[in-house]
């Protein structure tokens, strides 16, 4: 009993050592992110540092709302960009192993219109190909011009830019991608498609990705939103996570910045599973621990031999005209909707009217850490994003 009552006490002490240092690292960071917020030149953003264990540090700096002093914390949630692309990668993943799709199937098996490479017509696009950015389809000028919508249609002092419709030129992601990629489309152009046969040069495509999340709702019969709240987001409570203003508690959504003292107005996206999830450094943190459980043959949304597949590269120097061999190159090579660089850096990028987000793990280590800000960058403040995202990289390891 005494050398059971005195492993206990030592094991009391180490933790609590443990946990004193691991608070010290987390005041120290939390110190220097604040000294960059102070500058002002980002008007709010969150971080995380997360493992396979969980979040090992949250916290929001800056202002959700500049205008009434309104802080930004770990639990703000805005949209992410691109980062929203890797769940477009899990949900494919879950419906094949529910039996619903085949990631090599052509995409023409389940759409209600025909999408084909107008230069190699016999050649079929599949769904892995939309998920590598090897379909062949790129984004045309519409992606932009009708792909932005304004959430209110009096947005009072706050900047709308040029390419914001009106609620009411609102339409259905099924039309929009018809509209571009159908012959009968009204939008239709051939040099929407590359000069590359399916599965040949990497082209990173946004309409691709919707494309891809179009699919899975027609293979399933659920929309994109229900399959994902119901396999993804339930299951690991990312409860402030949602595709729309609707599914999230609104009170807790950022403003948003063209710059430090101008507000953007809010918008959304018609072919939202490409850069539309709105959710919170915290919300966002539980999903990058379960990919990195993932990573490591432990994770709980989907098999270990679909997890395998997500993280599978599919890009060879074949695919890429320049390869960039930059740390977090998300781009250099790519498993299903999920980015890898060089450096062993695995997770996505995301960028959208002043919204900029960085999601990664080491491949290594197996840390990961996030950033969203809800400002746009400029020279100025990209050297504030980059001063944070080093912050982070210096203690990632310590904490």
């Not at 396979?52 to 700096?61: C, H, I, Q, R």
């Not at 419906?95 to 025909?114: C, H, R, S, T, V």
């Not at 299903?336 to 995301?350: A, D, E, L, P, R």
Request: with cysteine; net charge neutral.
């Amino acid at each position: 009993m005494k050398k059971f009552s005195f492993l206990v006490l030592l094991f009391a002490i180490c933790c609590q050592t443990y946990g004193q240092r691991n608070d010290s690292i987390a005041r120290l960071l939390t110190k220097e992110l604040t000294q960059i917020s102070e500058n002002g030149a980002v008007v709010g953003f969150s971080v995380a540092v997360v493992s396979e264990e969980g979040t090992l540090y949250e916290k929001g700096f800056g202002f959700a709302d500049k205008k009434i002093d309104k802080k930004y914390t770990e639990n703000t949630v805005q949209n992410i960009g691109s980062i929203s692309k890797t769940f477009i990668g899990l949900a494919l993943l879950k419906a094949q192993e529910l039996g619903k799709l085949k990631l090599d199937d052509p995409i023409n098996d389940y759409l209600p219109f025909k999408v084909v490479h107008p230069k190699f017509a016999s050649t079929p696009i599949t769904i892995r190909q939309l998920a590598s950015h090897t379909s062949g389809i790129k984004d045309p000028s519409e992606y932009e011009k009708k792909g932005y919508i304004l959430k209110e249609a009096e947005n009072g002092n706050a900047k709308v830019n040029g390419n914001f419709l009106s609620p009411d030129e609102m339409m259905s992601m099924g039309d929009f991608l018809k509209d571009i990629l159908s012959e009968d489309g009204k939008w239709y152009k051939k040099k929407t498609f590359s000069k590359y046969p399916p599965g040949g040069m990497f082209n990173y495509s946004n309409i691709g990705a919707g494309l891809a999340a179009y699919v899975l709702e027609q293979a399933t019969g659920e929309s994109f939103p229900v399959f994902t709240k119901k396999y993804i987001f339930d299951r690991l409570k990312m409860s402030n996570s949602g595709w729309s203003f609707d599914a999230i508690d609104f009170t807790k959504h950022s403003k948003l910045y063209a710059d430090k003292d101008t507000e953007l107005a809010l918008y959304k996206l018609v072919n939202y599973p490409d850069g539309g999830l709105i959710t919170s450094s915290h919300d966002l943190a539980k999903y990058l621990s379960e990919i990195i459980k993932g990573y490591a043959g432990n994770g709980t949304l989907l098999s270990t031999e679909s997890y395998k597949v997500l993280f599978d590269p599919q890009l060879t120097d074949e695919n890429h005209k320049d390869r960039s061999e930059s740390k977090y190159n998300d781009e250099y090579n790519m498993g299903v909707f999920m980015g890898m660089s060089s450096k062993g850096q695995i997770g996505h990028t995301g960028g959208d009217p002043s919204v900029v987000t960085h999601m990664f793990f080491n491949e290594k280590t197996k840390i990961g850490k996030l950033l969203l800000v809800n400002t746009e960058l400029d020279k100025d403040r990209v050297q504030e994003f980059i001063a944070i995202w080093r912050g982070l990289i210096a203690y990632e390891d310590k904490l």
